[in-house]
């Protein structure tokens, strides 16, 4: 079975990738990336030799680029993560999320229409969505998936316009698809622009922790590997046309979870407790900043039997420890273009 896995080099595609090559030796796994500022083959440095995996640089805005690939390599399942994923820089540049987030997605949807003719029987697409499609919860309430889609940033758009054409492919042209919408991830190889790497990166460089507004602002983690596992179950598992949400159980305010993290940062450093909350500064609010997501997993946990394996401090403990080894990683992604988008964004 050829599988295409799109994104493969950003943060949870290599952990997808990683589980199935490893898990799934008779899948040949194409994990096909544009190697933006996101995407980065050292993260899968560890597998790269093994002979059911290809890397293949492709971007998914190039329509006739992807239809040839899909001709050339005949990919049964497609499981697609590749996107532009920051909500700050769909503030600053809507368009690039348009292009990759939008007409990507449907040049996918096409070139695996156009592959199989409608011989659909043994195929599937998977497309990874996330929970902010679903717009912002107020104090109560959690994001099931019949949660009406009312998404407040451009990122966020983007993905909803997404999972609206899945949709209507699978409606118009029976294509055989699944959706997964998740909840905020964390864990390791996640590129240090998102909270909880930039705020380790910051401690360990001793720089002031940006919060935004209040920081009463409440987010659902999930460890980026239970994400990959419930990945593997509902690529395997689950029903053609289905929607599951995915989530940690695990709410969190901001500044109570940056407060976690300054402590356990403080441990693993041998720092005085208390030295990296001083760090903590409160800056001007994103705009449009969605107060709180929360999702209900329980439909996957009742028809799939996922749940997370670690709890909250386990995964960022184990998260932590990463960095703190992979000083390395963390200093190669952090230079040449970073540099500019963390000047622009935080000074
Ligand atoms: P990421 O930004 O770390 O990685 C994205 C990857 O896509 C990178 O390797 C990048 O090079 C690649 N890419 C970007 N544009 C491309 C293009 N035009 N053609 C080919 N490749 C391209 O993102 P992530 O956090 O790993 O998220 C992966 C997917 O999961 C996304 O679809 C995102 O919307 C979704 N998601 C993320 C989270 C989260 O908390 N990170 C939560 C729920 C859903
Ligand atoms: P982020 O990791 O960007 O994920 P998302 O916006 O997709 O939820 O942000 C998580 C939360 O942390 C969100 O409420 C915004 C906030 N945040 C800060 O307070 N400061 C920061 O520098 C960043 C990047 C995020």
New binding site residues.
């Given amino acids: 079975m050829n599988i295409l896995i799109?994104?493969?080099?950003?943060?949870?595609?290599?952990h997808v990738v990683r589980l199935f090559v490893l898990k799934y030796p008779n899948y040949n796994i194409y994990n096909?990336?544009?190697?933006?500022?996101?995407?980065?083959l050292e993260?899968l440095k560890d597998i790269e030799d093994r002979p059911n995996y290809t890397f293949i640089k492709?971007?998914?805005?190039?329509g006739e680029v992807i239809d040839s690939l899909f001709k050339s390599h005949k990919f049964e399942g497609v499981i697609?993560?590749?996107?532009?994923?920051?909500v700050d820089r769909s503030i600053e540049d809507p368009l690039a999320f348009v292009?990759?987030?939008i007409i990507?997605t449907v040049n996918l949807l096409n070139a695996f229409k156009q592959c199989w003719d409608g011989n659909f029987n043994g195929k599937r697409f998977y497309?990874?969505?996330?929970?902010?499609v679903y717009g912002t919860l107020g104090q109560k309430g959690l994001f099931t998936e019949s949660t009406a889609y009312n998404p407040n940033s451009p990122?966020s758009a983007s993905?909803a316009s997404s999972d609206h054409f899945l949709r209507s492919y699978g409606e118009t042209y029976k294509l055989p698809y699944v959706v997964?919408?998740?909840?905020?991830?964390?864990g390791q190889?996640?590129?240090p622009e998102?909270l909880i790497p930039l705020f380790i990166n910051n401690i360990i460089n001793n720089k002031p922790l940006p919060v935004y507004g209040d920081g009463n602002y409440t987010r659902d983690w999930?460890y980026?590997k239970d994400?990959a596992l419930a990945i593997d179950l509902v690529y395997h598992e689950g029903l053609d046309g289905e929607t599951y949400n995915?989530g940690g159980f695990n709410e969190w305010k901001n500044i109570d979870l940056v407060k976690l993290l300054c402590n356990q940062m403080d441990k693993k450093l041998k720092r005085p407790i208390g030295s990296s909350e001083k760090l903590i500064t409160y800056v001007k609010d994103r705009p449009g900043h969605d107060l709180r997501y929360a999702i209900d997993a329980s439909k996957i946990n009742k028809e799939l039997g996922w749940r997370p394996s670690v709890t909250f401090e386990q995964g960022l403990e184990k998260t932590i420890d990463w960095y703190l080894e992979n000083k390395e990683w963390l200093d190669n992604v952090t230079s040449g273009q970073y540099k500019s988008y963390y000047k622009k964004q935080y000074n």
């Fill in positions: 799109t994104g493969g080099a950003g943060f949870i595609g290599s096909l990336d544009a190697l933006t500022y996101a995407g980065n993260n492709a971007d998914i805005t190039d697609h993560l590749a996107a532009e994923s920051h292009k990759t987030n990507g497309h990874i969505s996330t929970d902010e990122y993905k997964t919408n998740c909840s905020n991830n964390y190889n996640q590129f998102k999930l980026v994400h995915i």
